[in-house]
């Protein structure tokens, strides 16, 4: 009986430097997550903040000229639908 309990301390002592072992790779892990989080934040605040100026200045660009703006849309819109009915026509072979 003394020698099932003194496994069973053992294998408790063992189990709890794992927990204590996982602990700190999980404190790590979150303190990494934070930093990169910090980092992700400020990319997309310069992101959006040339995807503003962008956007200002293509609606300028529609209001001044109405008529080239709807040509390039259409025939970028054709565009796309060719290339796109090509993939799928060509997956199917």
Do not use: C
């Not at 430097?17 to 700190?24: G, V």
């Not at 404190?27 to 989080?37: D, H, P, T």
């Not at 934040?41 to 000229?65: C, H, P, T, W």
């Amino acid at each position: 009986m003394e020698e099932t309990q003194n496994i069973s301390q053992e294998e408790v002592s063992v189990l709890k430097q794992k927990y204590e072992d996982l602990k700190q790779k999980y404190e790590a892990l979150k303190g990494k997550a934070g930093e990169e989080w910090i980092h992700i934040k400020e990319k997309m605040q310069v992101y959006g903040e040339g995807a503003e100026e962008f956007f200002d200045s293509l609606s300028r660009y529609i209001k001044e000229n109405p008529q080239r703006a709807s040509i390039i849309a259409g025939a970028l819109g054709l565009s796309i639908g060719f290339i796109l009915g090509i993939l799928i026509r060509g997956g199917k072979r």
